[in-house]
């Protein structure tokens, strides 16, 4: 299914009254859109947004493990290429400093700036979403200037166009280079990858919905959608430059580039010895992100008898672990099992261990 499939859905499904909601991780579309006001239309973006944890706090907080491509629809190329993937990849020299997706702020804590660049009669000529240590500018234009040849420079922000569909301003962005797509495990994006970017506002919320398309690593498109708040006072939204220091002091002047053999993962099996996540989905498979796959679940699937230390963001809430109100929505920590909360908030038994 091509982008502009998905889009025409989204429209569709939105225009019907019928609100499609769902997470990066099952990837079922949700975004904000309304009836089109006249096309020369435009909706202030200026200004400093960060995120709201209230959804997928894992990926947008402390990451997700290793082995975790749930969501993600890879294929053999990608899978196989993300497995290849170590945890102390980033930190060797050469790498502290690559940027990764230009859609990584889906998967990250940290807020961002939006500004616009006018015209000498005043009309908005760009948006401008300030890059960070993790990622560059992206520099939308709103001009109507023709894309670069294909062998034009690759960048970090690629080259984005947009126009403004209604109150969304609907971006498509080419020419990026080769990075990582989910900070933290490894789930790579080719130089041919795109990327169609949706930004609704309303009042001081921002729902960014992206679309991401590659030839060799995804199957079919990979949608995430995400809000962010409007404050004023946001100050991490700072860009942080990137300084390189010897993280590892076994890898220096080693020349030894961290990766794992092929079939040598230690984590790929993680999801299925942790959580009971069957293979075929923490490994990525496009069939397992849609709620049709939960009828394969059904009758096999059992819930771990116990909270396992290594994933307490999962079973316990991260935000909980560390004595912050919150937490994984209707689950609590339960002398280290799983405790589902039932009507009203009341706690019921965790299964026997």
């Not at 062998?151 to 109150?167: C, I, L, S, V």
């Not at 991401?212 to 995804?218: A, G, H, K, T």
């Not at 590892?248 to 993962?265: F, R, W």
């Not at 963001?313 to 280290?336: F, S, V």
Request: charged share 20%; net charge neutral; hydrophobic share 35%.
């Amino acid at each position: 299914m091509e982008s502009r499939t998905v889009r025409r859905e989204i429209l569709r499904t939105v225009g019907s009254g019928q609100w499609a909601v769902g997470s990066g991780r099952w990837a079922v579309i949700a975004i904000l859109l309304v009836a089109s006001p006249p096309a020369y239309a435009q909706y202030e973006l200026t200004g400093a947004y960060t995120a709201v944890m209230h959804e997928d706090y894992i990926e947008r907080g402390p990451g997700s493990f290793l082995g975790d491509f749930t969501g993600m629809p890879l294929s053999d190329e990608g899978r196989a290429k993300a497995l290849l993937y170590t945890s102390n990849q980033p930190s060797t020299i050469e790498r502290q400093c690559l940027a990764q997706s230009a859609g990584v702020f889906q998967y990250r804590p940290v807020g961002m700036r939006i500004w616009s660049e006018a015209d000498a009669t005043g009309r908005v000529r760009a948006w401008i979403i300030g890059g960070d240590y993790l990622r560059g500018d992206i520099t939308i234009w709103m001009d109507g200037r023709p894309r670069p040849s294909i062998n034009a420079r690759h960048t970090e922000g690629g080259f984005a166009t947009g126009q403004w569909e209604g109150d969304t301003l609907a971006v498509h962005v080419t020419h990026l280079k080769t990075a990582w797509i989910r900070r933290g495990v490894g789930i790579p994006a080719s130089d041919e990858t795109t990327i169609d970017m949706y930004f609704t506002r309303r009042e001081n919320l921002l729902t960014i919905t992206t679309i991401q398309e590659d030839p060799y690593y995804l199957t079919e498109p990979h949608v995430v959608s995400r809000i962010f708040q409007f404050n004023p006072r946001a100050g991490d939204a700072d860009r942080a430059p990137c300084n390189t220091a010897n993280e590892i002091p076994s890898l220096e002047d080693t020349a030894t580039v961290p990766h794992n053999l092929p079939g040598q993962n230690p984590e790929a099996d993680f999801m299925v010895r942790t959580f009971n996540v069957p293979a075929e989905a923490a490994m990525g498979r496009a069939e397992t992100l849609y709620p049709e796959y939960r009828r394969t679940l059904k009758g096999t699937y059992t819930l771990p008898s116990a909270c396992s230390e290594r994933a307490p963001g999962y079973c316990c809430g991260w935000i909980e672990r560390q004595g912050l109100p919150g937490g994984a929505p209707n689950l609590t920590c339960n002398d280290g099992g799983f405790a589902e909360l039932g009507p009203r908030g009341r706690r019921k038994p965790a299964p026997d261990r």
